[in-house]
RNA sequence: GCUCCUUUCGUCUAGAGGCCCAGGACAUAGCCCUCUCAAGGCUGUAACACGGGUUCGAAUCCCGUAAGGAGCGCCA
């Protein structure tokens, strides 16, 4: 059976990266009639919140991507670690490293300013019993460090880029448990991945050159590593990473922003994966066609304008009753219902974001003069006769589209564009829009000869 | 610095030696439809990073260069 899994950190906003791991992840288990878990990495108690890990939550559950069982938290597994870490020190395949944070760091700059990789130089690596003794009198409170071996490589079997060989020579021996006994990433990680029965893991290409190091755990302690499949990069437009400074959104904000979860999805799914599925389509049939075999190897870019595509897709695409859940945040206070409904009617196909729900809001619904969105001050003037025809029908049929246009087109012989687009500039304060008949409808009598009025030239 | 990854239209991508003077989708332009917008239909513009090889033949294989990215953390 297919088990995959998010695996998190909660210290900090899930940004777009991550969700789409998250996507990929939910998206072959469901293919496969698998299992989602879902874990949160929070062995780093400083850097991790409780906040954090609660927004987790909201935002897999708003993205339409549950997770099954119990959420595992690492914080609780310290005895199974431990075990692990016990395991490890009787096979000899660690030594605690007394090191402190600082002579490491020197170390690592030396390293580097000498033109060399700043790998952990070994120091305590052969400490006898008396060294270790006088470190520990000291007080020192040692890590535990990986030994890796000397010679010989590590090789795997990448899903998405291959055959993929590193040598042991090129990595340093690195912390598995820090000073103050809790498990590092590289270590839980894995270890929690072995146990839980993880089949694959889709992750991010920066964990690619890491994964030699969590093969060479899961070797030691004689557990079945997962497959790895590591997806590039989502990157800015220009190429770089993508950043907060970048402009890059998390998906909570995006949220907050009234992007709607499934164009997010939508536009995270084509990226980095190849698939014949053309416009707007909703999880089950995304997950149905899912393929890593499909994963693609380069980096792909956050396109915003494409969200927008999605965005409007995915409006279009709301039931009555959706849209005017997604739009009620912008309708006027006390809007009675059958009202909300008929904007929502009008309006539904002509918006993207909420401000342009809130523009047709204050358009229909708003007092006074209108204001035009963009470029030149839409001043219209209309005729006095052509005015007056609609003033008086207005008068005369109340709020009825239709009445109107025949009794203007009656009185001034004005049809086709010469009729509409005068009629929707006064009336909207723009030259595009809804169809004209619902909005006057909404908009009403007076606040329609108002319009008329103050639109009328000399 | 060392190791690793990546490079096809504006964007997402197809392409695993001849099917490719490179296909699709979105965006974009024009036309049709139409009171406008949206939707829909049709048509168009638009790309193999560069330089060497290998081969009868290369977007596809090899080498190099350039550009971008990642890792080398008591972060994940």
Redesign the pocket.
């Given at each position: 059976m297919t088990v995959t899994r998010f695996?998190?950190?909660p210290?900090g906003a899930i940004h777009l990266g991550n969700a789409r791991t998250a996507l990929f992840n939910w998206l072959l288990a469901r293919r496969d009639g698998g299992q989602f878990l879902l874990r949160i990495?929070?062995?780093?108690a400083?850097?991790?919140s409780e906040a954090y890990a609660q927004q987790i939550e909201t935002d897999l559950e708003w993205l339409g991507l549950g997770w099954d069982g119990q959420i595992v938290r690492?914080s609780a597994r310290s005895a199974v670690y431990a075990d692990a870490f016990e395991t490890l020190e009787r096979a000899g395949r660690v030594y605690p490293?007394?090191?402190?944070?600082l002579?490491?760091?020197i170390s690592?700059k030396s390293?580097?300013a000498a033109?060399?990789?700043?790998?952990?130089a070994g120091t305590c690596r052969h400490l006898t019993a008396e060294q270790r003794a006088t470190r520990e009198a000291e007080g020192?409170?040692?890590?535990l460090r990986f030994r890796v071996p000397d010679d010989g490589r590590v090789e795997f079997l990448?899903l998405?880029?291959?055959e993929?060989?590193?040598?042991c020579a090129?990595?340093?021996d690195?912390?598995i448990r820090?000073?103050?006994g809790?498990?590092?990433?590289?270590f839980?990680?894995i270890v929690d991945d072995a146990l839980m029965g993880v089949t694959t893991v889709l992750r991010?290409?920066?964990?690619?050159?890491?994964t030699p190091?969590q093969l060479l755990i899961a070797m030691a302690l004689d557990l079945k590593a997962p497959d790895y499949g590591?997806i590039?990069?989502i990157?800015a437009?220009?190429?770089?990473?993508l950043s907060k400074r970048a402009g890059a959104k998390s998906v909570a904000e995006l949220g907050a922003d009234g992007y709607l979860p499934i164009a997010l999805v939508n536009q995270l799914y084509?990226?980095?994966?190849?698939?014949?599925l053309?416009?707007l389509q909703d999880l089950p049939t995304l997950a149905q066609h899912f393929n890593p075999a499909?994963?693609?190897?380069?980096?792909?870019?956050?396109?915003p304008?494409?969200l927008?595509?999605?965005q409007?897709?995915a409006v279009?695409a709301l039931s009555a009753d959706e849209a005017l859940a997604w739009m009620r945040p912008q309708l006027p206070q006390g809007l009675d219902e059958s009202t909300a409904r008929a904007f929502v009617a009008a309006v539904q196909?002509?918006v993207v974001v909420p401000q342009d729900v809130a523009d047709w809001a204050a358009v229909i619904f708003g007092e006074g003069m209108i204001q035009a969105e963009s470029g030149p001050p839409a001043t219209p003037t209309l005729s006095p006769d052509f005015a007056a025809a609609a003033i008086t029908a207005l008068r005369t049929h109340g709020a009825d589209?239709s009445a109107l246009t025949q009794a203007v087109k009656a009185a001034t012989g004005a049809k086709?564009?010469a009729?509409?687009?005068p009629?929707?500039l006064a009336l909207t304060g723009?030259?595009?829009?809804?169809?004209?008949?619902p909005i006057l409808a909404l908009m009403g009598v007076e606040r329609a000869i108002a319009r008329l009025e103050a639109s009328t030239g000399p």
């Open positions: 695996a998190p950190s210290s990495e929070d062995t780093d400083e850097r991790s690492q490293c007394y090191c402190t944070p002579e490491i760091n690592r390293q580097l033109g060399k990789p700043p790998r952990y020192r409170e040692p890590t990448d998405v880029h291959g993929q060989a590193f040598q090129d990595i340093g690195f912390i820090r000073a103050d809790t498990a590092s990433f590289f839980s990680n991010g290409e920066d964990h690619l050159s890491n190091r590591h590039s990069l990157t437009m220009d190429g770089s990473p084509r990226l980095g994966h190849s698939s014949d053309t416009g499909h994963l693609v190897r380069s980096p792909a870019r956050w396109d304008v494409q927008a595509v999605w409007k897709d279009h196909a002509n589209w086709g564009p009729l509409f687009k009629l929707r723009r030259d595009h829009g809804p169809e004209l008949g």
